[in-house]
Every structure is written in structure tokens, then in C-alpha cells.
């Protein structure tokens, strides 16, 4: 079967970069990315390619390569599908905040929207397949929306999870580790539908790193590796805190561990807490998929990835407020960083969010620089926490666009985000002008202590 026209459902942190790596290598498909969010299109359609939504390294060349040869952003989605022979869903799946599964439940509300819509516009086959992440047999109950009030036409369903990491999605995506492709191969259409796809990738991935297996077993390896790396951060902060107490260096214990070539030195950089979209919200709905079958051991195994985390995060704070003798009320706290790592411009679950948010419980008053995250958002992530008022947010918290002013008669600066730029700046003038002593918490290990400490600051590093 050879695939002409692609349609992907959600132009977002997945959607936007997979279809456009997508449409670069496979210059004969047609590929349309369709999202409510008249805004986020407009901005992928932007003359002037630097202002797409999405900050990635290397995403504006290859946007420009192919939008408007065969990549297109549109808001006309029941014409994207109905043209399709190969529909991506890659909607957002947020953990659930009202209901039966609230604070752990993937909410699937999108998913299922994106099915009715697709049976009801279809007037011709199509293959569906599963880009975003979602629990383990979900593939059922769009094969039964889809089968149940479609327009008789036949669906094949795949799933197809993403293992992209933000910031680095186009590396990602042109050298994958492995793309997984979950099918129903027991079946002569099902085959086919796996081909398909397989043949879409085979224009650049090479065939021995293309994967396929039955649809709930791709579904469950994305919620699996997502687990397993985020339990690799836990693992490490954990040790960070004992190695505090102890006089070990954590970074040398992660190298010394690292070395084990069964364990691997990658994911092993202790940190403030990992952020994202992903790994908390994939973790906890992992978590209440084991509990809704009565996996109760199961469950609390992996939660402990997520206590661990939210202790980090807190310590972290703490910290700061202990070491300001203990009371940062009333005091200026810079923050270096907002966004949940380096190069990309997004904030979901960053653990900039919950210190600030511990920091201004204690009444410090905070001023915020980041590269690519606007002031409009971190307003917008501190007042989703409903923690105090947005009239409080506003007079505690003040965000500038230049780093040595946010740094200018402050108490102490927390580093909370790896950007490079961080280590090129003049430190001694960044000490010259902050009150003394000048405290320095460095919660990505990305400065050099013996340095920082040399010129004067007292430094805190994690582990
Ligand atoms: N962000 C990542 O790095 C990453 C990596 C791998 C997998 N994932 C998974 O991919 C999925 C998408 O994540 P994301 O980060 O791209 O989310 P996102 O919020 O950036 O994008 C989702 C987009 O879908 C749109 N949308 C929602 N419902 C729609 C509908 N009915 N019709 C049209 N558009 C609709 C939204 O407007 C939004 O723009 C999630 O399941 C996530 O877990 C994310
Ligand atoms: O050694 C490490 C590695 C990561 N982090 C932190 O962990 C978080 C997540 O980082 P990363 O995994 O690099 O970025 P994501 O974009 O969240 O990507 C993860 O989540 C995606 C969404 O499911 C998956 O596709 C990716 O494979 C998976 O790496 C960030 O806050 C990092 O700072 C650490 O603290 N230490």
C-alpha cells in the first residue's frame, strides 16, 4: 500500500516535528498537521520561520525545507482526514483533574474526540495510529468508536509512540534508537497496515531499527521506558542526598556506576527533580493502570520514582531557606532558568515551578530569568498551581530579559535550568553586585564550584 496524503491530529511538541522530519524525508507524501489552536497554526505558518511555536535546535530548517512543498499547517481537520490514507492522533493525554483516576489517570477526552471525529468525516479506509502516549489497550475502545459509528469504511489501528526527548527532538528523530510499531499481525490487513508505516520510516531509519510488535505491547514499552528513565533520575537524586551527608560526590559515584556497562553512563545527572510532560504524568498513569488490576505492589514500586522526586525538589528549596538563615522573607531570590531543561522553551512540570512556588510560601520575592520561556507563561504556571492569588504572583515575582539585572541586590541565585549561556557569564561582576554574602545554588551541577567559590560566593551544589 503506498501512503500519499498523511494527516496528524495536534500540532504540538510531537505532532509539529515528527510530521515535518516526516514530510523532509519522504518528499512524495502530502503531510498536514491540523490543530484546534488557531494561534499554534498560525504560528507554524509564519513567514518568518524563526517564530514557530516550538523551540527546537535545528526544527525552523527543516520546516522550511518542507512546509509548503509537502508540509502543511491547517485548522480545517475534517478535510485533513477525510483526505488521509494514514491518520497520526497526537493529541495532548494530561493527567486527569476531576473524577474517577484524578491526579493519576491519563484523560483520554482528546483521544476519544479525535476518534468520533475521524468515523464521522471518513468516507474512505484509513489506518489511525496512536502517536500519543496512552495506557495499555486504548487501542480497544478507538477500534470500538471507530467500528460503531464510522460510515462502514474499514480502520486499521497501529500504535506508534514517540520516544523523542525535547530539545534534541530532531537528532531524535533523524537517528532514533529504535521506532516501534505495535500492529495487528495476525491479521492479512493488519500486516499491511504495519508495512505501511514500516515503509514510511524506511526512508531514513534503517530497516533493523524499526520494531514491530502487537499493539498492546508498543503501548505498554512507552509507558515502560518512560518509567525506567525517570526511575534512573530517582535512583541518582537519591544518592545525591546521601552523598551530601557523606562527603561522596555524586557526580564521581555516577561516573564510578556509569562504567558498568550493564548499568550505562547516560541518565545519570542528578539534578533539582526532572520536569516535562511526560515522565509524571506517564509514571502515575502507569501507577493506576497496576491498581486497577489489583497490581498493588506493582503500583507502589513505581510511585517511589515520584515521592522521590517531589523530595528533591523540596529539599532543594528547603535548603535555600535554611541556608539563608533560615528566612528568605521579604529577601530576592534570582532564578536562572524556567524551563524543564535546557533548549527548549517548555515549562510543563518544570521544577523551577514547585521551588518558586515553596520559595514564595516563605514570602521570598522572586525574579526570574529564562532564554526562551516568556513572562506570560511563568505567570501562567505559578497561578495554574492556585496556590495564592494571581494579584500575589504578580507583586512576588517580577521576570526580566536580562540576566545580570535579575541578579543585581540579590540575597541568593538558584540555577534551575542547564542552559549553556549560564557558564559564559561574568560571575565576578554577577558577585559584585549582590548583597553579601552571596549565596550560589547550582541545582543542575553545571557550574564549577572551585571557580565560584574562588571569587567569593558561597556555594551550593546538589550532591
Ligand atoms: N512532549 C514530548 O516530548 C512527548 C514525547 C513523546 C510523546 N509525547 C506524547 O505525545 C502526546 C502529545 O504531546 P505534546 O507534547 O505534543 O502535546 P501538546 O499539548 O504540545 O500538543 C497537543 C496538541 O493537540 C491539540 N488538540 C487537542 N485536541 C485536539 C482535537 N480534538 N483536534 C485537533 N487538535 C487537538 C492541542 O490543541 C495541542 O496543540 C502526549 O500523549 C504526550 O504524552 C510527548
Ligand atoms: O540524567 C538526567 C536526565 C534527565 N534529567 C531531567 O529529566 C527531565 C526529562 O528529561 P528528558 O528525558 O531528557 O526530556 P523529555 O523531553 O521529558 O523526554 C522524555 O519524555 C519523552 C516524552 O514521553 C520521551 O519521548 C523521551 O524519550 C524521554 O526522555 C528533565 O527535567 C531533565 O532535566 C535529569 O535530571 N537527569
Known amino acids: 500500500m503506498k501512503i500519499k496524503n498523511i494527516c496528524c491530529i495536534g500540532a504540538g511538541y510531537v505532532g509539529g516535528p515528527t510530521m515535518a522530519v516526516i514530510a523532509q524525508k519522504c518528499p512524495e507524501i502530502n503531510v498536514t498537521v491540523v490543530d484546534i489552536n488557531e494561534k499554534r497554526i498560525a504560528a507554524w505558518n509564519d513567514e518568518n520561520v524563526e517564530n514557530i511555536p516550538i523551540y527546537e535546535p535545528g526544527l525552523s530548517k527543516v520546516v522550511e525545507e518542507a512546509r509548503d512543498r509537502n508540509l502543511f499547517f491547517s485548522t480545517d481537520v475534517d478535510k485533513a482526514i477525510d483526505q488521509a490514507d494514514m491518520i497520526f492522533i497526537s493529541v495532548n493525554t494530561p493527567t486527569k483533574t476531576y473524577g474517577m483516576g484524578k491526579g493519576m489517570a491519563a484523560d483520554l477526552k482528546f483521544i476519544e474526540l479525535c476518534a468520533r471525529q475521524i468515523a464521522r468525516v471518513s468516507t474512505s479506509d484509513k489506518i489511525v495510529i496512536e502517536k500519543s502516549t496512552l495506557p495499555v489497550r486504548t487501542a480497544e475502545a478507538l477500534k470500538n468508536i471507530l467500528e460503531n459509528t464510522g460510515n462502514g469504511v474499514s480502520f486499521q489501528i497501529l500504535s506508534n509512540p514517540e520516544f523523542l526527548a525535547e530539545g534534541t527532538a530532531v ?137 522521590m522526586n517531589d523530595h528533591q525538589k523540596k529539599r532543594f528549596a528547603l535548603n535555600i531557606v535554611r541556608t539563608l538563615f533560615n528566612t528568605v522573607s521579604g529577601k530576592k531570590i534570582a532564578l536562572l532558568g524556567w524551563a524543564f531543561k535546557k533548549d527548549t522553551n517548555d515549562t510543563r512540570e518544570s521544577a523551577a515551578i514547585y521551588v518558586s512556588d515553596y520559595l514564595l510560601n516563605e514570602q521570598a520575592d522572586i525574579v526570574i530569568y529564562d532564554p526562551k520561556v516568556t513572562e506570560e507563561q511563568i505567570y501562567a504556571d505559578l497561578n495554574y498551581l492556585g496556590t495564592r492569588s494571581e494579584e500575589e504572583n504578580i507583586a512576588r515575582v517580577t521576570v526580566l530579559s536580562n540576566p545580570y539585572e535579575v541578579c543585581e541586590n540579590a540575597h541568593a541565585i538558584a540555577v534551575l535550568t542547564e542552559w549553556d549561556e549560564f557558564k559564559d557569564y561574568d560571575w565576578q561582576r554577577i558577585y559584585d553586585g549582590m548583597l553579601k554574602p552571596a549565596f550560589l545554588f547550582d541545582g543542575r551541577q553545571l557550574l564549577n564550584r572551585k571557580k565560584k567559590e574562588d571569587i567569593g560566593f558561597e556555594f551550593y551544589a546538589i550532591g
Request: hydrophobic share 40%; net charge negative; charged share 25%.
Open 171 to 307: 537528532e531524535d528523530l533523524m537517528q532514533p534508537d529504535r521506532v516501534l510499531i505495535g500492529g495487528d499481525i495476525d491479521t492479512e490487513k493488519g500486516k499491511e497496515a504495519v508495512q505501511a508505516l514500516v515503509d514510511v520510516y524506511a526512508h531514513w531509519v534503517p530497516k533493523e531499527q524499526i520494531l514491530t510488535t502487537n499493539v498492546w505491547s508498543s503501548e505498554l514499552s512507552k509507558l515502560t521506558a518512560n518509567a525506567f528513565l525517570a526511575q534512573r533520575v530517582s535512583s541518582i537524586n537519591a544518592m545525591s542526598e546521601l552523598c551530601e551527608k557523606t562527603g561522596a560526590d555524586v557526580n564521581e559515584v555516577a561516573k564510578a556506576v556509569g562504567m558498568d556497562s550493564r548499568i550505562g553512563p547516560k541518565f545519570l545527572k542528578s539534578s533539582v527533580g526532572f520536569g516535562g510532560s511526560c515522565f509524571q504524568k506517564d509514571i502515575l498513569n502507569l501507577v493506576y493502570i497496576a491498581k486497577s488490576f489489583g497490581l498493588n505492589e506493582v503500583a507502589d514500586y513505581w510511585e517511589q520514582v515520584i515521592t
